[in-house]
């Protein structure tokens, strides 16, 4: 059993910066891959961005590429998501995610095949 519990959601202005942690209980974080989604209001779930258990892979949406990074460590249990240059479109409720992996890959597919989620931590980017 794991259990997700992400922090450093907040309000920020366009342009500016926010870094998430998702602290993960349990021995066994190390061979899970991990990844960030979120969903706005009236919008599905959606992918961000994954990690993978070494932190060797990273994997991320379009539309954060080149904005967010994806980081973890394993000696603390934790992952980060680093958002950088906000934009108001990435409003949305941000999820941690995991998903116990059998090699070491980045992929965590669709939300449907994640096994555990934290409560999600919200993110609000006004203009």
């Known amino acids: 059993q794991v259990q997700l519990v992400e922090s450093g959601g907040g309000l920020v202005q366009a342009g500016g910066s926010l870094r998430l942690s998702c602290a993960a209980s349990?021995?066994?974080?190390?061979?899970?891959?991990m990844g960030w989604f979120r969903q706005a209001p009236g919008k599905e779930r959606e992918f961000v961005a994954s990690?993978?258990?070494?932190?060797?892979?990273?994997a991320y949406a379009d539309s954060v590429k080149g904005r967010f990074t994806i980081s973890r460590d394993n000696a603390k249990n934790t992952v980060y998501l680093q958002m950088n240059s906000l934009k108001p479109e990435d409003t949305a409720v941000y999820y941690c995610?995991?998903?116990?992996?059998?090699?070491?890959?980045?992929?965590?597919?669709?939300?449907?095949?994640?096994?555990?989620w934290g409560k999600g931590t919200p993110v609000t980017v006004h203009s």
């Open positions: 349990g021995r066994t974080f190390s061979s899970y891959r």
């Open positions: 995610a995991g998903r116990r992996a059998n090699y070491d890959t980045a992929y965590i597919g669709p939300p449907n095949g994640v096994d555990y």
């Open positions: 990690i993978s258990w070494s932190g060797g892979f990273t």
